[in-house]
């Protein structure tokens, strides 16, 4: 497999690998080991790398220092496998009548790592400092929705005031988010890194903190030896419910997803995020029992560049045609060696207010019926598309088949555009550059249908990168913004995605899995549906 | 001697500026905006990326950037990465010592069991253990040195267990073993065939026959005759080979997982830090010129007829 090769020799682990593949059960194995004594106190290995920045919770957005982040602390709230709101260091998180006034009430009785208290304040300090563009954290746009953002954080220049005015503490354990405007389904946005509170010894020295992080979470940080590895080790007085099974985890350091591949098959660590692309194939056979397959909420599209005079003025009759030549199912088979499920819509398993078949028949494979509705919507322009990509990650293949697929059931020729990274890949579509269509790819940011559709294809929004634009969608999308309830505001981006059948701004392809095992030390290993694996729950064998 | 030698040092300041500089531009050209890389897929967020390319002085013109960067440099400062604000020293010195120790071990192992085959090859031309040598130098020049990396990997690490399949602690030199064989396993096979065809072809030489007739002990006319007359072309590969072993093991660090300088100069060009591939292109520069210098000296050693004014 070419791009399995590629990917050995070009892909430096990324940092949000989007190249994710997924695999079918476990195929017998070595069990046996269920009855092993468990140690309380075992440490658990987990193969991540260096994190980018300093350890501090708003400036941590790639994968290596979210997965440390999120285990020394806990936020207001979590979600659960059906992308239910939970509550973790919050009793309540409750809006207003309009969602726009939402007051936090506080577990009592909560504690950081160096015994000082989790109060409102701890909250509302870390995210009016975090805010501040001086203070440069790279998620400081995650608080835009508050009022007053805009005063700490303008476009340009420096912060017009120190507190944005929508935060506001009525007491030690309550405080009230006053929104711009109302959105039901804001307590999912808090689930994010940079809602977490910060202890006030943090704000005398930011970049101390970030070297040696307190938190407020199952395990507390124990030491950071710089390109090796990351400990962290039990916090005995978690207040929370997911308490820690063993005594801790020990995050090594990789620079390769291959390297620390063959450490796992030796029990040289006992989990990691991801099995290298070269070894999808195999890692069941070289597992059994101990792969693990799980449902990761992301999914792949390829999407037209709607500021192209190619697609500029298209009838949605040829996207649709171009969709329904492509077999989804057979290149799943072949390609990705079965470890995709075919998308059958635009927003990922495991997120709430997910619906099957919400692209109906336009998603499946119907090489007749697409040559007949791209004849209808009068031909693709130029009779030739390109599939832009980027090659340090393995897409090539799919890329090929998918055109291959295109050009067999509809005579229209396509071809592959490959970049050399993601970050040239980036640059094109931002400055608007690509010349056909581009490979997009969204891994949920909160398990939330309108996540995957406002966020993506509404008019304007930063995840628009195809220019794509219809008032329809747009006013449906407000409408569900609009609702009363979550569930309400689910329901009503349901509508809105079905409204997508109308436009295609992008062509479903696949749902990601994310594909894992776990070493002979440990007994069993989870990850949630952003691809994080669990690990309060997992239980360390003795030696 | 001195002044050739003062001469040389002085050379290597406008290959110094060239070198930087060119790397300077080139980085610069490559497509992908570092500081908006930073937030992955996600949307970057303008005032940020206006913060951080100031401070990282990523706004001003190219050339008042170069000749910062430069200006730092003559005062030991390489600069911060871009992302983590981390100071490039630090970077390059923490991964230094550790491609320094695997590249020595890389050396003194094709060194020593280089010359040693060569020598051995070289003195029974024809014989089996010739045609032995010479096959096994072929194979491992023709064989890709990532396919034995992984297959000393699968054997040694995961099936047989002696060691782990990478290494677990950069700075142990134990451990540094397998991955320093593999690294040294081509250029042995070059000095090795080096030696020998030097040998084979000095071994008919007239001194070499004066030595034998003068009735001086076999051990001694290998030794000091023949060994020293046949290194000169195997000097200049082994010199030149230690800038390669540092900053060329790209390969070998990613598999055995080694956190060198190759692994920084990849991680690097992958992340368009322009001031971490100039600073370590800086550092393995003045590696080779100093390799290459000393080599130049060698021959003087080894051959008394080669004189520096």
């Not at chain 1, 560049?305 to 088979?333: E, H």
Request: proline share 4%; hydrophobic share 40%; glycine share 10%.
């Amino acid at each position: 497999m070419r791009g399995a090769k590629s990917a050995k020799w070009v892909a430096i682990a990324a940092v949000v690998a989007l190249g994710a593949t997924a695999c079918g059960g476990g195929s017998g194995g070595d069990s046996g080991d269920k009855d092993r004594a468990i140690d309380k106190n075992g440490i658990v290995s987990y193969a991540n790398g260096e994190p980018q920045n300093a350890l501090q919770p708003a400036n941590t957005m790639e994968a290596y220092g979210s997965v440390v982040i999120d285990s020394l602390w806990t936020g207001l709230v979590h979600y659960d496998e059906d992308g239910n709101i939970t509550y973790e260091n919050a009793e309540s998180v409750e809006p207003d009548k309009d969602n726009k006034v939402w007051t936090v009430k506080l577990k009592k009785g909560w504690k950081f790592h160096n015994g000082e208290e989790v109060t409102s304040k701890s909250y509302v300090d870390a995210w009016n400092w975090a805010a501040n563009p001086a203070n440069g954290q790279q998620n400081s746009s995650w608080y835009r929705d508050i009022e007053g953002y805009d005063e700490v954080h303008p476009e340009k220049g420096k912060a017009k005031s120190e507190k944005m005015s929508g935060l506001k503490v009525v007491d030690d354990h309550t405080f009230t988010i006053t929104l711009k405007s109302g959105i039901p389904y804001y307590a999912y946005k808090l689930v994010y890194t940079p809602f977490y509170p910060l202890p006030s010894g943090f704000f005398e020295d930011p970049k101390a903190y970030g070297e040696k992080p307190v938190g407020n979470g199952a395990y507390k940080f124990k030491s950071w030896d710089h390109k090796k590895s990351i400990k962290v080790v039990r916090n005995d007085d978690y207040a929370g419910e997911d308490k820690a099974k063993n005594g801790g985890i020990d995050f090594k350091a990789y620079t390769k997803d291959t390297a620390a591949y063959a450490d796992l098959k030796s029990d040289n660590v006992d989990s990691m995020p991801i099995v290298p692309n070269s070894e999808v194939a195999n890692f069941k056979q070289d597992f059994g029992d101990r792969a693990i397959e799980m449902d990761y909420s992301a999914i792949n599209t390829i999407n037209p560049a709607f500021y192209t005079k190619q697609w500029k003025d298209i009838d949605v009759k040829v996207l649709q045609g171009l969709s329904m030549a492509i077999d989804r199912d057979t290149i799943a088979k072949t390609v990705f060696n079965g470890t995709r499920d075919s998308a059958t819509g635009w927003v990922a398993k495991g997120v709430k207010g997910y619906q099957q078949d919400a692209c109906g028949k336009f998603c499946k494979y119907d090489p007749k019926a697409a040559a007949k509705l791209i004849k209808e919507g009068g031909g693709v322009p130029g009779n030739k598309i390109s599939i832009q990509y980027n090659a340090d990650q393995p897409h090539k293949d799919w890329v090929v088949a998918v055109c291959n697929s295109i050009t067999k059931a509809t005579k229209v020729k396509c071809v592959e555009d490959a970049v050399t990274d993601f970050a040239a890949d980036t640059e094109i579509r931002d400055k608007k550059q690509v010349k056909s269509i581009y490979r997009s790819g969204w891994v949920l940011d909160y398990p939330f249908n309108g996540n995957f559709l406002a966020d993506l294809y509404g008019t304007g929004v930063d995840g628009n990168k195809g220019g794509f634009s219809d008032p329809e969608f747009d006013k449906l999308a407000k409408a569900a913004d609009g609702a009363k309830t979550v569930d309400e505001s689910a329901k009503l981006y349901g509508e809105a995605e079905k409204q997508l059948v109308n436009t295609f701004p992008g062509i479903p392809l696949w749902y990601n899995k994310t594909l894992s095992a776990h070493s002979n030390n440990v007994k069993s290993l989870k990850f949630d549906q952003a691809g994080d694996p669990i690990f309060t729950d997992v239980e360390v064998f003795k030696k | 001697m001195g002044r050739y030698v003062a001469r040389r040092l002085l050379q290597m300041i406008p290959v110094f500026i060239g070198t930087t500089l060119l790397i300077f531009l080139m980085v610069n050209v490559l497509p992908g905006d570092p500081v908006a890389a930073l937030w992955g897929d996600k949307p970057p967020d303008p005032a940020q990326v206006a913060q951080i390319k100031h401070d990282r002085g990523l706004d001003l013109p190219l050339w008042q950037q170069y000749l910062h960067y430069m200006w730092g440099l003559l005062q030991g400062d390489f600069g911060n990465t871009i992302a983590g604000n981390r100071p490039i020293l630090d970077e390059i010195t923490a991964a230094l010592p550790v491609s320094a120790r695997l590249a020595a071990m890389a050396w003194t192992f094709e060194l020593v069991v280089g010359i040693a085959l060569g020598v051995i090859a070289g003195i029974r031309r024809g014989r089996i253990i010739d045609n032995s040598v010479t096959l096994f130098t072929l194979l491992v020049i023709s064989v890709p040195i990532f396919v034995f990396g992984l297959l000393f990997q699968l054997l040694f690490g995961n099936q047989l267990g002696w060691v782990t399949p990478t290494v677990q602690n950069s700075e142990d030199m134990a451990q540094l073993l397998m991955p320093a064989l593999v690294l040294g396993l081509v250029g042995l096979a070059y000095v090795a065939r080096l030696t020998r065809t030097s040998i084979a072809e000095n071994i008919k030489a007239d001194y070499m026959r004066t030595a034998v007739a003068k009735g001086l002990p076999r051990r001694r006319i290998v030794s000091r005759h023949l060994l020293r007359n046949s290194l000169i072309p195997v000097v200049t590969y082994l010199g030149t080979d230690i800038g390669t072993l540092m900053g060329g093991a790209v390969v070998t660090e990613g598999i055995f997982n080694v956190t060198g300088v190759g692994n920084l100069l990849f991680q690097a060009l992958a992340r368009r830090e322009g001031a971490v591939i100039v600073g370590i292109v800086t550092v393995m520069v003045l590696v080779y010129l100093l390799a290459s210098l000393l080599v130049d000296l060698l021959y003087a050693v080894l051959d008394p007829r080669i004189r520096y004014a």
